[in-house]
Nanobody
Framework: QVQLVESGGGLVQAGGSLGLSCAAS????????MGWFRQAPGKEREFVAV????????YYTDSVKGRFTISRDNAKNTAYLHMNSLKPEDTAVYYC????????????????????WGQGTQVTVSS
């Protein structure tokens, strides 16, 4: 099973930038698509972004398109989420997720069970 450890969360003012990292271990990293979900207080967890096994393909939820960039470095077994133009509504706990599948299961409504989740890192955007 993949072990995932997120880092990089924190407090930032609206309009600012923040980068998250997700270090993976325990498996062949390039066998897994990597993504990010988030959960704001009182809200359901939502999909944010996913990157394919090689990094050549990405998909974003509409609310972050043009502001967030997901990437990965397979040599470092690490995935990243760089967030620009942050808004107070981006405030949430961000979770790194790994799964062998790269497809609509990441962003379709449903009860798909992903292979592994990180412990989460808090991102707070002040207005």
């Amino acid at each position: 099973q993949v072990q995932l450890v997120e880092s990089g969360g924190g407090l930032v003012q609206a309009g600012g930038s923040l980068g998250l990292s997700c270090a993976a271990s325990g498996v062949t990293f390039s066998d897994y698509a990597m993504g990010w979900f988030r959960q704001a207080p009182g809200k359901e967890r939502e999909f944010v972004a996913v990157v394919s096994w090689s990094g050549g393909s990405t998909y974003y939820t509409d609310s972050v398109k043009g502001r967030f960039t997901i990437s990965r470095d397979n040599a470092k077994n690490t995935a990243y989420l760089h967030m620009n133009s942050l808004k107070p509504e981006d405030t949430a706990v961000y979770y790194c997720v790994a799964d062998r599948i790269y497809g609509s299961s990441w962003y379709d409504e449903g009860s798909y069970e992903f292979d592994s989740w990180g412990q989460g890192t808090q991102v707070t955007v002040s207005s």
